[in-house]
């Protein structure tokens, strides 16, 4: 048995691989990515060429100990991205370190960082941090990244005054006053702080050249009036109704004013622009997003001739002739749009992309003329209510040049026209009235494709699609899968709400990354075991009683289980890798086995039989547990679940509170019901009390 307790105190990385054998598991394979690294398993010669190395890549190696890194003093750069660190203590001596990488690990304090005063860049976004204060003598950063954290207060970057680049992205920021300082930054992200933020310090920063602030309720733009450096301006997702302010930025090359979807109802039309006038100005531009807003009149627009990229989708516009003399379009975007024709866009025949969901379009003959056009999305919905509209079939199958084709929700039966369209990489048929796919067959260049919501019953033609990586077949009337037997390149595929019982022609899909077969007449899931390449399982809504054939699937991070017949899930216990498991309305009793899997983070034990919650203590990971009806009494093993943010125990004979005190994470503000059911379950929150606990 190997002595957890060995002192670590090995000066070179000989030492540290000679003595491999008495450290933890974890230091082990931070010596195993060393040695793979040196291309050798002899630890001296190893020594050789891993001591005098200045750089080292070792992202997305598994690695939670970075002890045995201490002993390589002369690096000066370091990628440790995307694995699983939480200590940093051991990097404190590398202290030639200029260039470090830390970014998607489980980092919570960087207090070890703050003596790694020659760092010039420095990543760590995606981790768990709060307190940035160490960052404060770090005064040669140049370029810090700290997206994706928890971070409220940026005073300790005011003395980073040699910042040039700063991404901020998704964090609770309050108060951007600190960054006024900064004012040798050229590049700045701040989308996303869940804060209506005060603008005002940016006006400083003159020598911006790209600016995101996506995200943040802003209304008034006036800020930005002076930042006439701006080659980049990101504002998507904000309030902003007048566009004056921005009449100046004259260097702008791209600029996004796209709304969020949950802010274009009517009720949103005083946050909504209006009035292009003041972008007219702007003839630099080459990319612009303006979606979602109160635009009838393009005619602003037509100055703009060095446009690229054009997004107005959303927007109440009918009349596009503005348009017919942007020669360089090569992207737009008229989705959910009024209008009716496309004549104006005939001779723009640089386009090669153009997007018309949700439109009125019916003659589609302008496009003949397009001869460069390679994605197609056409389509209808509800929005439109009963307005039915047929395309000329023949000028799609004109359209020799296309590579993607959308056709969603267009009353679609026959699919003729599309047997000639052999460069189609990418077909969308999703919502319409398809039983025969025949014509389908000679495709033989599609890697995806989409079937879903039609009235398939026969997949035989598939059968020939053998470059498909990704196929969505849900909402059919499929029994047979033996069609797909040979299609061996699928990564992803959706067979829910389907007749299928038989999984057995899957079984040399070993490629297949993420499945769903959730809503079918499955029982037998032994055809799964050599799927172990699977990340991603969807299997709710079967007869699926035993689940042993899942002991191999070893990836797998998130798996759905609810509503089956499960009793027994031992068999879970090698998918360490979960975060997510969702075992709903099932008959288990028994959740010992689950006291291994440490990575979750969300588990769903709702509807089940359970009385003892002794083995879920471990899970010290878990944001989300949820336990409605069961028969559970006593949940002070929940105590040290200190990072729960949803808890949910309705239905259960608990009498005692207390003991979830100490959760002082557990809140509502997150809260969304997971499943569908006729009677929302209570959230139990902390105030004073639990409440909500029966």
């Not at 030492?15 to 598991?25: E, F, H, Q, R, S």
């Not at 309030?239 to 004259?250: H, K, M, Q, S, Y």
């Not at 029994?479 to 990564?491: I, K």
Request: with cysteine; aromatic share 4%; charged share 20%.
């Amino acid at each position: 048995m190997k002595d957890e307790s060995f002192p670590i105190i090995l000066a070179t990385f000989a030492d540290w691989c000679k003595n491999k054998a008495y450290l933890t598991p974890s230091a082990q394979r931070t010596i195993d990515a060393l040695l793979a690294e040196a291309e050798t398993l002899e630890c001296d010669f190893a020594e050789t060429v891993l001591t005098p190395r200045s750089v080292l890549w070792l992202c997305d190696n598994g690695i939670t100990d970075v002890a045995p890194l201490a002993c390589l003093t002369n690096l000066t750069q370091l990628d440790l991205g995307e694995n699983d660190i939480t200590d940093l203590a051991p990097l404190a001596c590398l202290t030639q370190l200029t260039e470090l990488d830390l970014s998607a690990n489980s980092i919570k304090s960087i207090a070890p960082l703050a003596c790694l005063t020659q760092l010039t860049e420095l990543d760590l976004g995606e981790n768990d941090i709060t307190d940035i204060a160490p960052l404060a003598s770090l005064t040669n950063l140049i370029e810090l990244n700290l997206e994706v954290n928890h971070i409220t207060d940026v005073t300790p970057l005011a003395e980073l005054t040699q910042l040039t680049s700063l991404k901020l992205w998704l964090n609770p920021i309050t108060d951007i006053t600190p960054l006024a300082r900064l004012t040798q930054l050229t590049e700045l992200k701040l989308g996303y702080t869940h804060k209506a933020l005060d603008i005002a310090p940016l006006a400083n920063l003159v020598h911006l050249t790209k600016l995101e602030i996506s995200g943040n309720r802003i209304a008034d733009v006036t800020p930005f009036a002076g930042l006439t450096n701006l080659i980049t301006l990101n504002l998507k997702g904000n309030r902003i109704a007048d566009v004056t302010p921005l009449a100046g930025l004259t260097k702008l090359m791209k600029l996004d004013l796209t709304l969020d979807l949950a802010y274009r109802g009517n009720s949103y039309d005083s946050q909504k622009i209006s009035d292009l006038t003041p972008l007219a100005h702007l003839t630099q531009l080459t990319q612009l997003g303006i979606a979602g807003h109160n635009i009838v009149n393009i005619a602003p627009l037509a100055r703009l001739t060095r446009l690229r990229a054009l997004d107005l989708s959303g927007n109440p516009v009918a009349d596009i002739t503005p348009l017919a003399g942007l020669m360089h379009l090569s992207e737009l975007d008229l989705s959910h749009s009024q209008i009716t024709h496309l004549t104006p866009l005939a001779n723009l025949t640089h386009l090669t992309q153009l997007k018309l969901l949700g439109t009125k379009v019916a003659d589609l003959s302008p496009l003949v003329r397009l001869t460069n056009l390679r994605e197609l999305s056409l389509g209808h919905y509800t929005s439109l209510g009963d307005y039915k509209i047929t395309f000329d079939m023949a000028v799609l199958a004109s359209l020799m040049t296309l590579t993607k084709l959308v056709l969603k929700a267009s009353q679609i039966r026959d699919v003729f026209f599309l047997a000639n369209l052999t460069d189609l990489t990418e077909l969308d048929l999703s919502d319409n009235r398809i039983t025969d796919v025949s014509p389908l067959a000679r495709l033989r260049n599609v890697t995806r494709l989409d079937l879903s919501n039609n009235r398939i019953v026969d997949l035989s033609p598939l059968a020939q699609l053998t470059n498909l990586t990704e196929l969505n077949l849900q909402g059919n009337r499929i029994t047979d899968l033996s069609p797909l037997a040979g299609l061996t390149h699928l990564t992803r595929l959706n067979l829910e709400g389907n007749r299928v019982s038989d999984l057995a022609p899957l079984t040399h899909l070993t490629r297949l990354t993420k499945l769903h077969i959730g809503s079918n007449r499955i029982a037998d899931i032994s055809p799964l075991a050599g799927l172990t390449h699977l990340t991603y399982l969807y299997l709710p809504d079967n007869k699926v009683a035993e689940v042993s054939s899942l002991a191999s699937l070893s990836r797998l991070s998130e798996l759905h289980l609810g509503k089956n017949r499960i009793a027994d899930i031992t068999p879970l216990t090698p998918l360490t890798r979960l975060t997510e498991l969702y075992l709903y309305t099932n008959s288990i009793t028994d959740v010992s086995s689950l006291a291994f899997l440490s990575c979750l983070t969300l588990l769903d034990l709702s509807g089940n039989r359970i009385t003892d919650v002794g083995p879920l203590a471990n899970l010290t990971r878990l944001t989300e547990l949820y336990l409605e009806k069961n028969h559970i009494a006593d949940v002070a093993p929940l105590a040290r679940l200190t990072q729960l943010t949803t808890l949910l125990v309705e239905g259960n004979r608990i009498t005692d509170s207390s003991p979830l005190a100490n959760l002082r994470e557990l809140s509502d503000r997150d809260f969304t019901p997971h499943k569908p059911t006729a009677n929302l379950p209570l959230l139990c929150r902390l105030v004073q009390t639990i409440r909500g606990i029966i």
